[in-house]
């Protein structure tokens, strides 16, 4: 058993009060709607409370409130309270959006809008003080934890907190409860109606409580479609009670009362609001207005949804942001810990036949998998990966939870684990994400800055750090690039960052305003640098190895400057062909060579096995002829077309190579030997070639006879 605490209430106060002061400083760590849909929740609060209306969502041009979006079509119990709080003055403000936000990626431009820029502090405390809200709603939704495990465990309170500290540290949670989000409501109201059947299946049935679950229960459906879903739940409770030998329901007066006291007040309270959907949207969820917004109803493969179940499972711990800001491994390998020592735990209950009320674990685990399926059915129809949507069922989660750590001593600990992770992400996670970039006087530039000082439009790109060696295709490449002011900036400019592969082809591009989009260039001071870390992501199926070639420019303006090269390797090299056919140097080994002729031309496919760097720059050449005499057809150039030359080239690298020689007009008809082999382009003199061993007269490999005749 975990350690046993007395004051039990006062553990609680302690756990409440740690979680307002938490939840408060995710409110003001996280910008103001940068969270998702926070600001369509926004816009819906303040068209009521301007209108005095409930606004109608666009599903057609001309019609409907464009910026409540899909949020106007949700129920309105939410956004009636925060109207009160909000009051009939204050306009929409006006935001600039950063058109380079990448939502649902953690690949940079985390913000949906560009910081300062048409914000106002009348606005900016008007939503604070919405958020205090959500905050507030949280804290009964712990209260209300609180009691169920009471409930369940009299003799043993400690659960209970335990079960109210797991949620109450789930930075999720604390997350979800610091923006504005109607989701704040039905959890706490599917936690008090789950609470409230708990009371009449233990404690038994008075009409009262029958109406009061039926006020909640109206209230639930009013506030999110997942009302629906938990009204089933009730009605799923109150037909296998009934069905039950001896309980009340099996009595015509009880189901007359539950349905009088429960169905019909729900009913009278929310039944207005689907009827209203219907003459609307034509459904009575208005589930079709998300799925239109969105895009349309979407095909899922089996692979995406496997992609999507792990966001889902991560944005159940922590994913801040538009989905965009995620914490170290760490916090969900602690959070995966806690989950699998409770499992542990219930296992070993079971074996061990401590008394379980089996009863009980059916109802709630009943509303977890109707509430799992609702969320699975609506996410194949349209993108819902967010683990939020299933915390309406926190309340049986987090009592199982509970219940297995009890089993351990000191399963306790998984609380301080908790609230460990819940510090971590407030005080590091989200303030770095957000955090401007640094500025730096000129006099103070680092002497590992490699100086560029070349003008780019208003701005001056005054040089760049070291870039990487070495990159991977898929992974990003890290730039740090340093920046000051040039002239008058009127308009945020973007940053483009351009990389070039094989061929030249484009393998990588970002376009963003500065600061990764969170400092535009618009507010940068006159005589500051401006240190601008940013990643530019590599295309996954780019022809490697190759030397890449980035350049910076900004958008609209003429100039472009390249900042440097970088070698790009496969993650893995191939095993090479054996044995070898021929060695050049000391470490480099031809083990595959094919040559394919036709009438124009003679195409020699190789591949290369480095076993040392060469170390410096080499010139492959392809001869047609004696190799003592001058060549009657020859193709010299660097290795790899010159994307990928010799003085790259580092042991272990296994990687294939196409030389094309164009036969000359006028070629007389014989046999021609064709030998292949790399020279000293400063010198001329040939890398020596030796073939098991022994060292080959002229350093050129043969790779057979060309024959032609007369053309």
Not at 142 to 161: C, F, K, M, N, T
Not at 233 to 243: K, L, M, Q
Not at 290 to 295: K, M, R, S
Request: charged residues 10%; contains cysteine.
């Amino acid at each position: 058993m975990i350690l046993h605490i007395r004051r039990s209430g006062y553990v609680a106060a302690a756990i409440l009060l740690l979680y307002g002061l938490l939840t408060l400083g995710y409110a003001v760590a996280t910008p103001v709607f940068e969270a998702p849909d926070e600001n369509h929740h926004f816009y819906t609060v303040q068209a009521i409370a301007t209108t005095g209306t409930l606004p109608v969502a666009a599903t057609r041009p001309g019609v409907g409130d464009n910026l409540a979006r899909q949020e106007a079509a949700q129920p309105p119990l939410y956004y009636v309270l925060l109207a009160l709080l909000w009051g009939r003055s204050g306009e929409a403000p006006v935001l600039q959006i950063n058109p380079y936000a990448q939502l649902g990626q953690t690949t940079g431009n985390p913000n949906l809008y560009v910081p300062e820029m048409g914000k106002t502090a009348v606005w900016q405390t008007a939503v604070l003080r919405l958020r205090l809200l959500s905050i507030f709603l949280g804290g009964l939704t712990l209260l209300v934890i609180y009691q169920a495990g009471r409930l369940l465990w009299p003799s043993s309170p400690d659960r209970a907190w335990l079960a109210m500290t797991l949620v109450a540290f789930l930075p999720q949670f604390n997350f979800l409860h610091a923006v504005i989000s109607n989701d704040s409501l039905m959890i706490l109201l599917s936690s008090l109606v789950i609470w409230q059947v708990l009371r009449l299946w233990l404690t038994g049935v008075t009409r009262r409580r029958l109406f009061v679950l039926g006020l909640l229960l109206g209230a639930a459906m009013l506030s999110k479609t997942a009302g629906l879903l938990l009204l089933m739940w009730v009605i799923g409770v109150a037909g296998w009670w009934g069905w039950r030998d001896g309980s009340p329901y099996g009595r015509w007066p009880a189901a007359r009362d539950f349905i009088l006291l429960t169905l019909l007040p729900a009913f009278l309270l929310a039944g207005w609001w689907f009827w209203r959907n219907w003459l609307l949207y034509n459904d009575i969820t208005a589930t079709n207005v998300f799925i239109e917004l969105a895009g349309g109803e979407r095909t899922l493969t089996a692979s995406q949804l496997w992609r999507e179940l792990v966001t889902v499972t991560q944005s159940a711990v922590a994913y801040f942001g538009w989905m965009t800001v995620q914490p170290p491994a760490f916090v969900y390998w602690l959070w995966g810990g806690i989950v699998l020592f409770a499992l542990v735990g219930i296992g070993t209950a079971v074996h061990r036949r401590h008394s379980i009320r089996w009863d009980l674990v059916v109802i709630l685990a009943g509303w977890l998998l109707l509430l799992t399926a609702g969320w699975l059915q609506f996410m194949l129809k349209t993108p819902a990966e967010q683990g939020r949507l299933l915390f309406p069922a926190l309340l049986p989660v987090t009592l199982a939870l509970a219940y297995g750590l009890s089993q351990f001593r000191y399963g306790w600990l998984a609380g301080f684990a908790a609230f460990v992770t819940s510090c971590y992400a407030l005080l590091v996670v989200i303030p770095a994400a957000y955090a401007p970039p640094p500025l730096m006087a000129a006099a103070d530039l680092p002497t590992t800055v490699h100086l560029i000082q070349a003008p780019l439009g208003a701005l001056e790109l005054v040089g760049v750090e070291a870039l990487p060696v070495t990159a991977v295709p898929g992974e990003p490449i890290a730039l740090t690039l340093y920046w000051r002011k040039n002239g008058e900036v009127t308009q945020p400019p973007t940053e483009v960052i351009t990389i070039l592969g094989h061929d030249l082809a484009l393998v990588g591009s970002r376009h963003t305003y500065h600061g990764n989009g969170l400092f535009p260039a618009i507010f940068w001071p006159d005589d500051q640098i401006i240190i601008d870390h940013v990643s530019v992501y590599l295309e996954p199926a780019m022809t490697v190895p190759t030397e890449t070639r980035l350049f910076v420019s900004i958008l609209d303006t003429s100039e472009r400057v390249e900042i440097g090269r970088v070698k790009v390797i496969p993650a893995q090299w191939p095993p090479p062909d054996t044995p070898a056919l021929a060695q050049f140097g000391e470490g480099i080994w031809l083990t595959n060579a094919q040559v394919l002729t036709t009438t124009e031309q003679i195409e020699v496919q190789l591949q290369w096995h480095i076993t040392q760097s060469p170390g410096q720059e080499y010139t492959l050449f392809l001869h047609l002829g004696d190799p003592a005499l001058p060549p009657v057809a020859q193709a010299d150039g660097p290795a790899r077309n010159g994307y990928y030359p010799t003085r790259l080239w580092a042991a272990g690298e296994v990687f294939t190579d196409t030389v094309t020689l164009m036969l000359p007009e006028g070629l007389g008809h014989g046999r021609y030997p064709l030998h292949i082999g790399f020279y000293d382009p400063t010198t001329g003199s040939r890398l020596p070639l030796a073939i098991n061993g022994q060292r080959q007269p002229h350093d050129a490999y043969w790779l057979g006879e060309f024959s032609t005749t007369i053309r």
